[in-house]
């Protein structure tokens, strides 16, 4: 008898739930690994005290998400002591690197399975070990084994996360990504359409693709197929309907990418481009290989290309040796690219990283940059948005508001959050929404009949 068939008893009825820290490629393995959860019988459930198998996915890009990792799993102390049989697990980034693992394996002796982000596709077999053997779990694989055809995919049923490559080379000197994540690998073309094909068999219609920097997909291959090659042949499938991806270094935008945007009109008017720094000694130092001037003019050729496109990108204020008019001069970038939306992050030391070795800036600058850097762009996204009032733009519709289930929220081809009051049945579909309203952060709207 099948291990697996042994146990379909004790997983009738059992319960999960998953925390995930960090990045979309995170959040996508968390989809996986519910996938396979659900495959052995687990059922889901937002509550994690009454779940009998509660997992962290964890991120240690910034130290905040590690040591609140470190303190959620701590709260667990009790819950396990007083129910013995549920089974803690903590897998992802913070698993792959020795030090965060060593944390977990010797001080939080509650933890039973440990993986990485390289063994989802054993993690049935971990828990089946677990189970059989009653001792606890500890498998960290440094390659990926034979797991390039994903076939699990996304917890809804119309979008879906598509991983085409793994790991980072780049080495900015903050970033931990190249230790956790590893070296840059590329999958192969045929498996990446292969999925996609049976994805939109399935009834998927809108298709991100993920990677750390998806520009350099191929590079060291012998596939024959760069990143806008693999785009253009990714829109051309039919059934995909909408064909995002993320995320993208700029010192590897190239005209022929913004040119399958261009032409393609299933790829989304939406580009995230990490900016960083609006000074050039800092992105010096940041090992970003590309001046400012550069970033401004990949930005301008694709709004040139593409009219109506929406930009977002990733801002790291108090990097260690910014000073006050490097920060003045990110601050002007801002004005200069007008983004949509941004991820703004304190400078956050991690361990083995170029960066580490700098002195770092004093926190309360570090804070108050960060606030002014939110007052410089909040209004820039309500101009933004308030450009939509009047206009009508298709939306697909995700789920329902949180605040209010008589809300629908959706996203338009530009990556806007948008509200429209509507009928769940709705959930999945595209429809004409005329806005009327906006924030910052949103935009909202009357249903087209
Ligand atoms: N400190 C702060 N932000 C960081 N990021 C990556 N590493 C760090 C760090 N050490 C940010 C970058 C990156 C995003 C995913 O996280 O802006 O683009
Ligand atoms: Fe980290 Fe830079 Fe790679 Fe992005 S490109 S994952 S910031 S090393």
């Avoid at 956790?180 to 298709?207: C, H, M, N």
């Avoid at 206009?391 to 948008?418: A, H, Q, W, Y």
């Amino acid at each position: 008898m099948e291990l697996k068939e042994k146990y379909l008893e004790y997983f009738k009825g059992k319960k999960y739930n998953i925390t995930t820290f960090g990045c979309q490629m995170n959040e996508h393995d968390s989809e996986r690994i519910s996938y396979i959860l659900e495959d052995l019988g687990y059922t889901y459930t937002s509550d994690r005290n009454s779940a009998d198998f509660i997992l962290f996915n964890t991120c240690l890009v910034r130290e905040n998400a590690e040591l609140k990792l470190y303190g959620q799993v701590s709260s667990l102390k009790k819950l396990k002591k007083e129910h013995p049989e549920k089974i803690i697990v903590v897998s992802g980034c913070m698993m792959q690197t020795s030090t965060a693992r060593e944390v977990i394996v010797n001080k939080h002796k509650e933890v039973d399975i440990v993986f990485g982000t390289k063994n989802i596709n054993s993690l049935a077999d971990l828990i089946l070990r677990f189970l059989e053997t009653g001792q606890r779990v500890i498998d960290i694989s440094t390659d990926y084994g034979k797991d390039d055809f994903e076939k699990y995919n996304s917890t809804n049923y119309f979008q879906a996360y598509v991983n085409i490559m793994r790991g980072c080379d780049n080495f900015c000197s903050y970033c931990i990504v190249p230790q956790s994540r590893g070296r840059e690998e590329s999958r192969r073309p045929y498996s990446i359409i292969e999925e996609i094909e049976y994805l939109v068999d399935q009834g998927y219609k809108e298709f991100t693709l993920l990677g750390q920097n998806v520009n350099s997909y191929g590079n060291k291959t012998n596939y024959g197929f760069t990143f806008p090659e693999l785009l253009n042949r990714v829109a051309k499938i039919k059934g995909v309907e909408r064909l995002r991806f993320t995320s993208s270094h700029p010192k590897d935008l190239s005209d022929e990418l913004v040119y399958v945007m261009r032409d393609n009109d299933n790829i989304c008017n939406f580009f995230h481009l990490p900016m960083q720094s609006g000074s050039n000694d800092v992105l010096e130092k940041m090992n970003r290989k590309y001046t400012i001037e550069k970033y401004i003019e990949r930005a301008n050729k694709l709004k040139k290309e593409i009219p109506g496109i929406a930009l977002s990108t990733d801002i790291i204020v108090g990097f260690p040796t910014e000073t006050e008019e490097d920060f003045q001069k990110t601050l002007e970038a801002c004005q200069i690219v007008q983004f949509d939306s941004a991820f703004t992050f304190k400078y956050s030391p991690r361990p083995k990283t170029l960066a580490a070795k700098l002195p770092i800036i004093d926190d309360e600058i570090v804070q108050d940059r960060f606030q002014r850097l939110l007052d410089e762009l909040y209004p820039i996204f309500y101009q933004k948005n308030n450009e939509y009032i009047g206009r009508t733009v298709k939306v697909l519709i995700e789920s329902e508001s949180k605040n209010n289930p008589e809300i629908m929220t959706g996203r338009t081809d530009t990556f806007k959050l948008c509200h429209v009051k509507a009928s769940k049945d709705l959930i999945g579909k595209f429809v004409d929404v005329k806005i009327t309203d906006n924030t910052s952060f949103t935009i909202a709207g009357d249903l087209v009949k």
